[in-house]
């Protein structure tokens, strides 16, 4: 069959790969709609663990079911379902723990596209169909359900982590997909002021809608000044002052938290883009005694993250520091959609650019690694008529 997959670091193409083998508790799929992740960009050029070779990639996907296992009992050939990017082993003798992303393995959650064959394929395999895949409610649209099954569920993710509390002030770092779900998970769970951090314009105005009640920009130093309206009264303008890369003073995020929250800091810090240094910034940023890190961020390479002894009060701040993989499963899945079944949420408008054909997959995967300045996220249909 026909599959998208990581030929060696850096290179990807098409492969004519092995069709799946049906598993008692499993379901064969083939695509309907699919989407590339900053993820898959980072597998393909960032590094990491050692895959093997021709991995099919992709861990977004909405698909039908062509082939149920014999043990099956909740799903029929034909049915249209939600893939969870996140499929853990719920037989794996770490889930009794409660340790439903790392169970087996560090990251054993993480299956699709990592360990095992991925969705950018004819074909695909689900090993475990009654806990993984999830229904469709009537009135959820192709788009909205793609989009839970990795960027709401991971933004949200971010939110719960963040220990928010009734009338928080919450900062959100980075406002891609991920973020601009983060601010609303945080609007739901009761933040009662959200401050995003973020540069693009079509972001910017996203996480505004979604719940942000500022938005501060790393790269530039923004002036405000009050000066006479010629109409009477006073008039504040913005002034942009310069450019500058995150962390140097004009810019400087931190400082401009810290301003705006009385010197106290951000009761909740939830890290949702941004390089190694955003990792320190959070901690920068937090509240002392109460403050919570939460971080969703994928940090590639290798090495050490870089924790700040002054405000992580040399080791004695009472600062809580998450970091987690996104939440996943059937039940997971389907609590999401109720979200948007019932207008509390409408995660269509990520999706920014719309593409057809498996074929069209790599053309994606190439618009997710340059982000033209007016991309969120792109989804690829797949009509098989």
């Not at 249209?80 to 889930?95: E, Q, S």
């Not at 301003?259 to 009761?267: F, H, I, Q, S």
Request: glycine fraction near 12%; proline fraction near 5%.
């Amino acid at each position: 069959m026909k599959a998208f997959v990581l030929i060696e670091p850096g290179k990807v193409g098409w492969h004519e790969a092995p069709e799946p083998t049906l598993t008692p508790y499993g379901a064969i799929l083939r695509p309907l709609a699919v989407a590339p992740c900053s993820s898959d960009v980072h597998t393909v050029y960032g590094g990491g663990s050692k895959k093997a070779p021709n991995l099919i990639l992709g861990h977004e996907c909405v698909g039908e079911i062509l082939e149920t296992g014999e043990l099956v009992r909740d799903f029929k050939l034909g049915d249209v379902v939600l893939v969870p990017a996140i499929t853990p082993d719920w037989r794996a003798m770490g889930i009794q723990e409660g340790n439903f992303k790392h169970a087996s393995a560090p990251f054993s959650g993480h299956q699709l596209g990592r360990t095992a064959p991925g969705v950018f394929a004819e074909k695909f395999l689900i090993p475990d169909a009654d806990t993984t895949l999830a229904r469709i409610p009537e009135g959820v649209t192709l788009e909205q359900a793609l989009m839970c099954v990795d960027v709401v569920t991971t933004g949200f993710t971010g939110a719960e982590y963040a220990d928010i509390k009734i009338g928080d002030t919450v900062v959100v770092l980075g406002i891609g997909p991920i973020g601009l779900m983060a601010i609303e998970g945080a609007r739901h769970l009761g933040a009662a002021r959200i401050i995003a951090v973020g540069s693009r314009p079509v972001c910017v105005e996203l996480a505004k809608e979604f719940g942000a009640t500022e938005v501060l920009n790393y790269k530039v130093n923004l002036l405000e000044e009050q000066r006479e309206d010629p109409l009477g009264g006073k008039v504040n303008l913005l002034e942009e002052q310069r450019e500058a890369p995150l962390g140097s003073k004009a810019g400087d995020v931190v400082q401009q938290v810290l301003e705006r929250t009385g010197g106290l800091g951000a009761d909740g810090v939830i890290i949702c883009g941004g390089g190694d240094e955003v990792f320190a910034q959070a901690v920068d940023m937090a509240r002392y005694g109460i403050g919570t890190i939460s971080n969703v961020n994928y940090f590639g390479g290798t090495g050490n993250l870089p924790f700040p002894k002054f405000s992580g009060g040399r080791g004695m701040a009472g600062k809580t520091i998450h970091t987690e993989l996104a939440k996943g499963g059937r039940i997971r899945m389907e609590r999401l959609l109720k979200m948007i079944q019932y207008g509390r949420i409408n995660p269509q408008k990520l999706v920014t650019h719309q593409l057809n054909g498996l074929d069209q997959v790599e053309t994606a995967l190439q618009m997710m690694k340059e982000k033209p300045k007016d991309l969120i996220k792109v989804m690829v249909r797949i009509d098989w008529k």
